[in-house]
């Protein structure tokens, strides 16, 4: 077999090779957009905005409808023997509405303060561990389904510096406090 090789000017290839593609529309392919799951430390559930839980048979939703920060005044007036914070530290309180949606007729659920601490600068603040709350106070109610009740849990402390970017652990769910 015998080859020719052939040279092409400049001027000849463009005219005769196609121009290259300078732009193209490319639409991207749709990607899942991802599951946000409310109530974690990275998206904690909104300040004012109801959880629901369902546990044992009854749904309930929980809301923070109010916070105190820098609140030891607050915590002493509800009680003079609660615990005074360490220097640098300061108390938060906390007022919670739930509204009992559905669950036994028969029997009570009773309300609790659900082991809540607060999450501040990648840690959990949980003292002092027990506290008399101002009234009204929300752990303790026995109430039946259609009941809605709207109190105070304990006060927690934690440093100063950490106040404004805490949010509340409460029965296993984050709720922002701002």
Known sequence: ???????????????????????????????????????????PVPLGQAFTFENGGRKYSVK???????????????NLFNEEPPPGNDYVLVELTLEYISGPDNAPFQTTAGQNRLFAGNRLWGAPSSS??????FSGQDIFPGAKVVGWLPGKYLPVELIEEAVMFYDGIYFALK
């Open 64 to 78: 923070v409808s109010r916070v105190l920060r820098n609140a030891y005044n607050q915590v002493k007036q509800a």
């Open 1 to 43: 077999q015998i080859y020719t090789v052939v040279s092409i000017s400049r001027s000849e290839r463009s005219a005769t090779i196609p121009p290259t593609l300078t732009s193209a529309t490319v639409t991207p392919k749709p990607q899942p957009s991802p599951t946000v799951q409310i109530g974690t430390r990275q998206s």
């Open 132 to 137: 008399i709350p101002p009234k009204p106070a």
